[in-house]
């Protein structure tokens, strides 16, 4: 666990509450700090794409060939199941290319594409790699990318929302004791980090074709970066 101390938005703020303002209320001095924290953590699960491509001179001819192909594909990856593969979802579209055609020059045949893709997740990381391999080996599907990630109820990721409120606090209390205060009670907490992607992509090209043989390995770390923005009362200094 590793504390990073940047100083971010850490300001003195002797402020005065708008509600007590007008109610006639007493003043009330705060201050707003920003703590960081951060963890490294293992991955817990791997996320993979695949596509089975099917081609054709018309949308019936593909559509017709890749229905059995894709029929095949769901069926090798189901019989995976028992090596932690799971498939989320599944989607199908029919793409039509048709190039361009200079002046003069004959138009080429219209190419359809018939495309199912499969958006699968692992807990088993140390079996990634067989299945993987057995994926791009099996001639039908295109690998489009893998990602290790961290699940949201990772202990890492409380652990790095911690150090975040632990950098915070000691933040607060130092600007504090400059100004001849101290800190008291919590007003506000607010967690002002963004949606952070919790993943990593694999060491691997990121689209390979179908029946090519690769080779990954899930990363030993994963880091984590929280962002907290606290406000406390503060009250005279002793």
Request: aromatic share 4%.
């Amino acid at each position: 666990m590793t504390r990073i101390l940047t100083a971010a938005i850490a300001g003195l703020l002797i402020a005065t509450s708008h509600a007590a303002a007008q109610q006639g209320g007493p003043r009330i001095s705060t201050i707003t700090v920003q703590g960081e924290g951060r963890a490294e953590v293992a991955p817990d699960h791997a996320r993979l794409t695949v596509e089975i491509v099917t081609k054709g001179k018309t949308a019936g001819a593909a559509s017709n060939a890749h229905r059995e192909r894709a029929g095949k594909g769901a069926e090798l990856l189901r019989g995976m199941e028992n090596d932690g593969l799971k498939i989320e979802r599944s989607t199908f579209r029919l793409n039509h290319f048709r190039q361009p055609v200079p002046a003069g020059q004959k138009a080429p045949e219209p190419e359809y594409q018939a495309v199912t893709s499969f958006a699968l997740k692992s807990t088993q990381l140390d079996k990634i790699d067989q299945l993987v391999t057995a994926i791009a080996e099996s001639g039908l599907f295109e690998v489009q990318n893998l990602r290790f990630g961290i699940d949201d109820n990772n202990p890492g990721i409380a652990a790095a929302r911690r150090d975040a409120i632990a950098d915070a606090r000691e933040r607060a209390k130092t600007y504090a004791e400059a100004a001849g205060v101290q800190v008291g009670e919590v007003i506000e907490i607010t967690d002002t980090s963004p949606r952070v992607l919790r993943d990593m992509a694999a060491p691997m090209a990121m689209r390979a074709s179908a029946g090519a043989s690769m080779e990954v390995s899930p990363p030993d770390v994963i880091p984590l970066n929280t962002t907290i923005t606290v406000t406390w009362r503060l009250v005279p200094g002793q």
